[in-house]
T-cell receptor
Framework: NAGVTQTPKFRVLKTGQSMTLLCAQD?????MYWYRQDPGMGLRLIHY???????AKGEVPDGYNVSRLKKQNFLLGLESAAPSQTSVYFC?????????????FGPGTRLLVL | AQTVTQSQPEMSVQEAETVTLSCTYD???????LFWYKQPPSRQMILVIR??????QNATENRFSVNFQKAAKSFSLKISDSQLGDAAMYFC?????????????FGSGTKLNVKP
C-alpha cells in the first residue's frame, strides 16, 4: 500500500500562475487535511474534508481552494500564486474512528513562488 | 482555537545523553490528546508518542517518554540515550476530543541536533 502520496514533490511557480496539488490515499480514510509548513510556524491547517463532496476552511484558507470529488483524492488549488504561498505543503488523512488516532502524513510538496 | 507553544527553536544534545523538549498549550477543555511528532530531513512526519489528558500516567515508548502536567498545561518530551538518528524537527500537537473533525493544532517545532 502506498499510504498517502502527494504530487508533485517540488514545483516552482511565477507570481500569478495557478496550480493544483494532488493528495491521494489508499487507506480508505474519510478525513483529509491540507497543511502548510513555514519556518518558525509549525504546521497550519489550510482546508480539510470529512468526506467525499465536503470541504471546510481551516486556520489559513485565503488564497486556496480545495475539492474532494473522490474519497481517495483531495486537491489543493492555488488560483493566482503569490510569494507568500512559498511553503511546504502536507496532506494528511485520518479515519475519524477513534480519538487517539494519529493523522497519516504524505511526504510533502515544496512550492516556491517567484 | 487552541494554541500550542514550543519555546525552544533549537536544542543540542550529546549522543547517549538525555534531552527534554518543552511544549505548553492553552485550552479550556477537560479532555484532549497530545502528540509528539518527529520530522527528519526526509520531511516525513512520524508519530513518536501520544497522551490522553485524563490519564495521569505518563506515556512511554522505548527511549521516549513524556512529562505531562495537566494543571500547568505542559507536555514535555524526554529522549533518553540520544542517538544520531534522533536528529530532527520535533512538533508537539493538540487534539480536542470535542472536535468532530479531528483537527490537530501544532506547535512551531524544535530542531534537535545530536552531536557524536
Amino acid at each position: 500500500n502506498a499510504g498517502v502520496t502527494q504530487t508533485p514533490k517540488f514545483r516552482v511557480l511565477k507570481t500569478g500562475q495557478s496550480m493544483t496539488l494532488l493528495c491521494a490515499q489508499d487507506m480508505n480514510h474519510e478525513y483529509m487535511y491540507w497543511y502548510r509548513q513555514d519556518p518558525g510556524m509549525g504546521l497550519r491547517l489550510i482546508h480539510y474534508s470529512v468526506g467525499e463532496g465536503t470541504t471546510a476552511k481551516g486556520e489559513v484558507p485565503d488564497g486556496y481552494n480545495v475539492s474532494r470529488l473522490k474519497k481517495q483524492n483531495f486537491l489543493l488549488g492555488l488560483e493566482s500564486a503569490a510569494p507568500s504561498q512559498t511553503s511546504v505543503y502536507f496532506c494528511a488523512t485520518g479515519s475519524g474512528g477513534y480519538p487517539q488516532e494519529t493523522q497519516y502524513f504524505g511526504p510533502g510538496t515544496r512550492l516556491l513562488v517567484l | 482555537a487552541q494554541t500550542v507553544t514550543q519555546s525552544q527553536p533549537e536544542m543540542s544534545v550529546q549522543e547517549a545523553e538525555t534531552v527534554t523538549l518543552s511544549c505548553t498549550y492553552d485550552t479550556s477543555e477537560s479532555d484532549y490528546y497530545l502528540f509528539w511528532y518527529k520530522q527528519p530531513p526526509s520531511r516525513q512526519m512520524i508519530l513518536v508518542i501520544r497522551q490522553e489528558a485524563y490519564k495521569q500516567q505518563n506515556a512511554t515508548e522505548n527511549r521516549f517518554s513524556v512529562n505531562f502536567q495537566k494543571a500547568a498545561k505542559s507536555f514535555s518530551l524526554k529522549i533518553s540515550d540520544s542517538q544520531l538518528g534522533d536528529a530532527a524537527m520535533y512538533f508537539c500537537a493538540y487534539r480536542s476530543l470535542f472536535d468532530n473533525f479531528n483537527k490537530f493544532y501544532f506547535g512551531s517545532g524544535t530542531k534537535l541536533n545530536v552531536k557524536p
